[in-house]
Nanobody, 115 residues
C-alpha cells in the first residue's frame, strides 16, 4: 500500500523560510512523478511545483517562481519543497502528490505565514 507522509509545516513570519518533506512508503519511488499542491481556506486546490523522475526537470507555478524550489532524493524516497521569502498569501494546506498509474495524495500539512 502506497502512503505519502508529509512533514515540515508550521507558522512562520513573512519573509521567512520552511522546508516541506514528503516520504513515500513503497517501492519504485524513482518511477513516480511527484508534485506539491496547496489549498487555501475557501479556495480550490492548486498546483505549486512538480519534479520529474530523476529530479532534473522541475516546474513551478508562477506565484512561487523565484521563491520555491522542488527537489527529490530517490535514495530516501523523499520529495522536498523549499519555500523562501514566504508571503501571507502562501498560507494554505500543502499536499504531496505522486503518480504511478494511479494518483496518490498525502494527508496535508498546514503552512501559516503571518504578516
Amino acid at each position: 500500500q502506497v502512503q505519502l507522509i508529509e512533514s515540515g509545516g508550521g507558522v512562520v513570519q513573512a519573509g521567512g523560510s520552511l522546508r516541506l518533506s514528503c516520504t513515500l512508503s513503497g517501492r519504485s519511488f524513482s518511477n513516480y512523478a511527484m508534485a506539491w499542491y496547496r489549498q487555501a481556506l475557501g479556495q480550490e486546490r492548486e498546483f505549486v511545483a512538480g519534479v520529474g523522475f530523476t529530479g532534473r526537470a522541475t516546474t513551478l507555478a508562477d506565484p512561487v517562481k523565484g521563491r520555491f524550489t522542488i527537489s527529490r532524493d530517490n535514495r530516501k524516497n523523499t520529495v522536498y519543497l523549499q519555500m523562501n521569502s514566504l508571503k501571507p498569501e502562501d498560507t494554505a494546506v500543502y499536499y504531496c502528490y505522486g503518480r504511478l498509474q494511479y494518483d496518490y495524495w498525502g494527508q496535508g500539512t498546514q503552512v501559516t505565514v503571518s504578516s
